[in-house]
Structures are given as C-alpha cells and as structure tokens.
C-alpha cells in the first residue's frame, strides 16, 4: 500500500456491450486501458491520514489496516447497469483535493456498477478500529473517461459516496 493509503482492486478489463461503446463515442470519452474497483479514493485517504497521524502509534494502526483489507476476498460480480457521471473541478475542489496548482476542468466518464459485499464489510471494521465515520465509495468500474484537462483525459472522477455519484450521475446507460 502506498504511503497515500490508496486501496484499489486491480481487475480485468470487462467486456463492454456496444450500446456503452455508443455512448462513449458520442460523448468523446477514451476508453480505459486500466481497469479497477477504488476502495479506497483519495478522500477518503486524506481523512485516513490525518486520522492516524493523530494517533500514538500510527505505524501500527497502518499495519492492522493492511492486515484488514488482505483479511477479504474481494469477489465481485459485474452488472449491466452503466452510469453517465459529469464533473466540473472548480478551484475550491482543487483547493480542497490539495492540488490548486492544476487549471479548472470539466471530466465525464461511464461507470460500470458491481457488487462488492465486501466494501460494506470492510468499511464497518475500519470505522470500528478508528471510531470514525466515512462515507463509503459505491462500488463500480471506470471503463470510459474524458476531460478538457489533457493530464486527466483519461482520469475516472473520483466518486467519494453515493452522494457524490448521485450529484455527477446524469443518466444510466
């Protein structure tokens, strides 16, 4: 695990039907050559991070979270439910994801749903061992993506909640 405390299951890039395909090209979305599920995204990792700074032995609290995540067997199961997602990144949300320095920018991309009962297991154990609560990433695989930033043309969104994937979700494919 990286020192950002990143948690992503890498996967097999999944079989995409052509309506899907359809939309990407209508949309002007690349399709992803890497494919996996987050568990845990970038800011959900900050609240991580400044949690166990905070605490009297952070380098323990880190192993026993690894030891968690390696407890599980991740299995998931694809569905044929596809989500149009749109975001503007507008300084704020740069500001607050600690990366002022890149311009504004508008992303899109389509986000394959899964089942992963194992999140919600995870999650429930992580807030336990930090007593504290965190919004939990709807499980899915970004399988197209686009932005007007050229460095992230190829970035998912970031999808933080389900909140957050109702507020960038414009329509199911």
Same mark, same amino acid.
């Given at each position: 695990?990286?020192? +950002?405390?990143?948690?992503? =299951?890498?996967? !097999?890039?999944p079989e995409v039907p052509e309506r899907i395909y359809a939309e990407a090209k209508a949309n002007g979305l690349h399709e992803k #050559?890497?494919?996996?599920? $987050?568990v845990i995204v970038e800011k959900t990792a900050r609240i991580l991070r400044e949690k166990i700074a905070q605490l009297e032995n952070p380098e323990e609290m880190k192993e026993k979270i690894i030891t =968690?995540?390696?407890?599980?067997?991740?299995?998931? !199961? =694809? &569905?044929? &439910?596809? $989500? %149009?997602?749109?975001?503007?990144? $507008?300084? +704020?949300? %740069?500001?607050?994801?600690?990366?002022?320095?890149?311009?504004?920018h508008n992303r899109k991309s389509i986000a394959q749903i899964v089942e992963l009962p194992d999140m919600e297991k995870f999650y429930k154990e992580l807030q336990a061992f930090l007593n504290i609560q965190l919004d939990i990433p709807p499980?899915?695989? #970004?399988?197209? *993506?686009? $932005?007007?930033? =050229? %460095?992230? *043309? &190829?970035r998912g969104i970031g999808i933080y909640s389900q909140t957050d994937f109702d507020a960038n979700h414009k329509k199911y494919i």
């Open positions: 695990m990286p020192e +950002k405390f990143y948690f992503v =299951l890498p996967i !097999k890039k #050559t890497e494919c996996h599920i $987050s =968690l995540f390696n407890s599980f067997g991740w299995e998931y !199961k =694809l &569905t044929d &439910t596809y $989500s %149009l997602q749109e975001k503007f990144y $507008s300084a +704020k949300n %740069l500001a607050d994801a600690g990366i002022a320095e890149e311009p504004e499980p899915h695989i #970004t399988v197209f *993506a686009w $932005s007007d930033y =050229l %460095l992230k *043309a &190829t």
